[in-house]
């Protein structure tokens, strides 16, 4: 099994660009979710889903959009890039059960806007 | 707001010492406690999670929960170099979702 899986690694985008960060997951977990980690602080959730079709906002979700068409998969797209949206992005998943279960993390993506 | 503190460190301890990693957070329906190890440029790894007030141990890691204090923390036994990283404790918020703590640094000095 990969796991959860992120691509790109790195990227470097111009302010006013756009683009998707891809995660998929081979796990048949039903949750899913996009945080991101600037220095030396903690993870800010940004958008999760609990099942395809099914999304809801995070803690810091503007200037973001995402989608669930499958269980699989779970793309986070950037709008218009901004100086402040530099930052790691990590993926994460978790299974459903009688209480909250521990995520699985992406290897995550550095994205930088200049 | 719901929040997850943590003392960012860093805390530094000897080799072969015992490491003690502490969290507090303010949600007192909160039913799950996580803890997970973060090396520089790396993802978030699981190590311990805890559900039952009292004491979970695995291995070299004891996860301790007190709900009545909003309390979780992290003992590390015969703490190694290789233990050297960021700790972040995790507390669900509600329904599907959870809330991290900044993290505290650990340094384990050879």
Same mark, same amino acid.
């Given at each position: 099994?990969?796991g959860?899986?992120?691509?790109?690694?790195?990227r470097?985008?111009?302010?006013?660009?756009?683009?998707?960060?891809?995660?998929?997951?081979?796990?048949?977990? *039903?949750y899913?979710?996009?945080?991101?980690? !600037?220095?030396?602080?903690? %993870?800010? /959730?940004?958008?999760? $889903?609990?099942g395809?079709?099914?999304?809801?906002?995070?803690?810091?979700?503007?200037?973001? *959009?995402?989608?669930?068409?499958t269980?699989? !998969?779970?793309?986070?797209? %950037?709008? /218009?890039a901004?100086? $402040?949206?530099?930052?790691?992005?990590f993926?994460?998943?978790?299974s459903?059960?009688?209480?909250?279960?521990?995520?699985?993390?992406?290897?995550?993506?550095?994205l930088?806007?200049? | 707001?719901?929040?997850?503190?943590?003392?960012?460190?860093?805390?530094?301890?000897p080799?072969?010492?015992?490491?003690?990693?502490?969290c507090?957070?303010?949600?007192?329906?909160?039913?799950?406690?996580f803890?997970?190890?973060?090396?520089?440029g790396k993802?978030?790894?699981?190590?311990?999670?805890i559900?039952?007030?009292?004491?979970?141990?695995?291995?070299?890691?004891?996860?301790?929960?007190?709900?009545?204090?909003?309390?979780?923390?992290?003992?590390?036994?015969?703490?190694?170099?290789?233990?050297?990283?960021?700790?972040?404790?995790?507390?669900?918020?509600g329904?599907?979702?959870?809330?991290f703590?900044?993290?505290?640094r650990?340094?384990?000095?050879?």
């Amino acid at each position: 099994n990969a796991g959860v899986t992120q691509t790109p690694k790195f990227r470097i985008l111009k302010i006013g660009q756009s683009m998707t960060l891809q995660c998929t997951q081979d796990m048949n977990h *039903n949750y899913m979710y996009w945080y991101r980690q !600037d220095p030396g602080m903690g %993870l800010k /959730l940004i958008y999760y $889903s609990v099942g395809a079709g099914i999304t809801d906002k995070g803690e810091v979700p503007n200037g973001y *959009n995402v989608s669930r068409s499958t269980t699989e !998969d779970f793309p986070l797209r %950037l709008e /218009l890039a901004a100086p $402040s949206q530099t930052s790691v992005y990590f993926c994460a998943s978790s299974s459903q059960g009688l209480r909250s279960q521990p995520q699985h993390f992406g290897d995550g993506t550095r994205l930088s806007i200049l | 707001q719901k929040e997850v503190e943590q003392n960012s460190g860093p805390l530094s301890v000897p080799e072969g010492a015992i490491a003690s990693l502490n969290c507090t957070y303010s949600d007192r329906g909160s039913q799950s406690f996580f803890w997970y190890r973060q090396y520089s440029g790396k993802s978030p790894e699981l190590i311990m999670f805890i559900y039952s007030n009292g004491d979970k141990e695995d291995g070299r890691f004891t996860a301790q929960l007190n709900k009545a204090s909003q309390y979780v923390s992290l003992l590390i036994r015969d703490s190694q170099p290789s233990d050297s990283a960021t700790y972040l404790c995790a507390v669900d918020s509600g329904t599907y979702k959870y809330i991290f703590g900044t993290g505290t640094r650990l340094k384990v000095l050879a």
